[in-house]
């Protein structure tokens, strides 16, 4: 299955890793130059960024790190700059960068609302203002944006920013699909379920039983890696789905599915 995005010129933003377990951005990074494509690997965070960019030339793969604010504007122009200076042009655009937002309306507080859009929302916007003239200028491309099972119904925690914010993500993507689609770029995106990555161990690493319980969620009943949303990532970007546009695909073990009887057995194995 090699050489799926030969050729191909990508960007992914918050493509760093956070230490020992590998969040989607770095699966991704990983996974799409091993099937050909050459990578930019944005991050805030130089050493995490470097640490993806060395995992891409072990697996064999073309890479280079830039470091910029992807939740501003001229953030997102210098990365768009730099890809297209560095590789020729743009084909692929992941925009995998977000961040955390909790609390209930009664609880949120203007800053936390703010940096949620901000990481989920607003990056998603200015990346794909800055990339879309380039890939309509090359006869199309691939954009693949990143939401959450939380942006489809109310999720396992109090997280409005988060939820509200993603939720804008998915709606975003069915716009673009439609602005754009004479330009030949598809939009799509993905909505993780219980992945086990470097999100959801931000705030320390999970227990064993929350894992446990997050797994049996699943009608699967397997527990979902970064790896899985990447091999998404891969197909979305490839010519494999080349008549697939506007789409918002749960990557969850079927949780999007349940209702919470459903699953009564399930979580009483």
């Known amino acids: ?4 995005l030969k050729n191909k010129i990508a ?17 991704s990074a990983v996974l799409m130059a091993k099937e050909g494509a050459k990578i930019l690997i944005n991050d805030i965070d130089v050493k995490r960024a470097k640490s993806t960019l060395e995992q891409v030339k072990s697996e064999g793969g073309e890479g280079v790190v830039f470091i910029a604010d992807c939740t501003k ?8 700059d730099k890809c297209k200076k560095h590789f020729g042009s743009i084909d692929i655009l992941f925009n995998n ?27 998603a916007v200015m990346m794909s203002k800055h990339v879309v003239p380039i890939m309509s200028e090359s006869m199309g491309g691939s954009i693949i944006n990143l939401s959450s099972i939380d ?9 409005v920013p988060y939820s509200v914010a993603k939720a804008g993500v998915s709606h975003l993507t069915r716009l673009m699909a439609v602005h ?4 030949n770029i598809r939009v799509n995106c993905l909505a993780p379920g219980h992945v086990y990555g470097s999100f ?3 705030r320390g690493k999970m227990t064993e039983e929350l894992r446990e319980l997050r797994r049996k969620t699943g009608p699967l009943g397997s527990e979902g890696t970064p790896w899985d949303v990447a091999w998404a990532v ?24 349940a209702s919470p009887l459903s699953v009564w057995d399930n979580l009483n194995e």
Request: charged share 20%.
């Open 200 to 202: 959801p161990n931000l």
């Open 234 to 257: 891969v197909f979305l970007a490839s010519e494999e789905s080349r008549w697939i546009s506007g789409t918002v695909i749960p990557v969850d073990a079927g949780v999007h599915a």
């Open 73 to 80: 504007e001229n953030g997102c122009k210098a990365i768009v």
């Open 11 to 27: 960007i992914i933003t918050g493509a760093g890793t956070r230490g020992e377990i590998t969040g989607i951005g770095q699966a």
């Open 97 to 123: 960068v977000g961040g955390i937002g909790s609390g209930m309306v009664t609880e949120i507080d203007e800053k936390s609302w703010l940096n949620s859009i901000d990481y989920n929302l607003k990056s």
């Open 1 to 4: 299955m090699a050489d799926r």
């Open 180 to 183: 754009h689609g004479r330009e």
């Open 151 to 159: 942006a489809i119904r109310a999720g396992a925690t109090r997280n």
